[in-house]
């Protein structure tokens, strides 16, 4: 069974810093990865899809990259800013089975 | 635009009563799902549809029923026999190669 791992459970940093949030995985038979974003009482905003073929993704500040063999993802911010502050969730789908493990999340406070 | 609406976005249940949520997704998606959010924990899948008038259970679907009689709709029914219902649901959509779309989400609280 698929288990997905967020350490920290939350992060604070002050504006203008890099960063860097890390996910992983039990099960290396991944279809696709997926980095989320939840604002507080809100819905999920995709931020990132990895397919399994792929070793990273960028958007603006934004870059995730995947190793497989080692079960790993990261997500790298840029130069935060404080409309960073979300809960940043992981999760992986596998081969034949399309449903999604998400991790717990880490909670990313950037302090003016 | 395309996308999933999720309503109401809050819902009060009143105990033995049985409540529906809607989803609703014009992205031409084949694949809906049901996840469950609480405090602290991950999210959970209650239910997954991945073709019209089919839908398997997720890992916590006791108590829960859902139908999928159009491409575009997956509703939920939280009926009296879950016991413990509040919660923040969110339905999600995807088709092959694609990644996941999320709607707004729906709190429902046991008053």
């Known amino acids: 069974k698929q288990e997905v791992t967020q350490i920290p459970a939350a992060l604070s940093v002050p504006e203008g810093e890099n960063l860097v949030l890390n996910c992983s995985f039990t099960?290396?038979?991944?279809?696709?990865l997926q980095w989320f974003r939840q604002d507080p009482g809100k819905g999920l905003t995709s931020l990132l899809l990895?397919?399994?073929?792929?070793r990273e993704q960028t958007s603006g500040r934004l870059n995730a990259s995947l190793d497989k063999s080692s079960g790993r993802s990261t997500l790298y911010i840029a130069a935060s800013q404080p409309g960073d502050s979300a809960t940043y969730l992981c999760?992986?789908?596998?081969?034949?089975?399309?449903?999604?493990?998400f991790g717990t999340g880490t909670r990313l406070t950037i302090i003016p | 635009d395309g996308g999933i609406t999720q309503s109401p976005k809050y819902l009060f249940r009143k105990e033995g009563q049985n409540v529906t949520l809607s989803c609703e997704q014009n992205?031409?998606?084949?694949?809906m799902y049901w996840y469950r959010q609480d405090p602290g924990q991950g999210l959970r899948l209650i239910y997954y549809s991945q073709i019209v008038n089919d839908f398997q259970k997720g890992d916590i679907a006791e108590g829960y029923s859902v139908s999928r009689e159009k491409k575009e709709s997956f509703p939920l029914t939280v009926t009296s026999a879950q016991k413990n219902p509040t919660a923040f649901y969110l339905c999600?959509?995807?088709?092959?190669?694609?990644?996941?779309?999320f709607g707004s989400g729906t709190r429902l609280t046991v008053v």
């Open positions: 099960d290396s038979a991944i279809y696709n």
């Open positions: 992205l031409n998606h084949d694949a």
């Open positions: 990895i397919q399994s073929s792929q």
């Open positions: 999760a992986v789908s596998n081969f034949g089975n399309e449903k999604l493990t």
């Open positions: 999600a959509s995807t088709r092959a190669g694609y990644g996941y779309t």
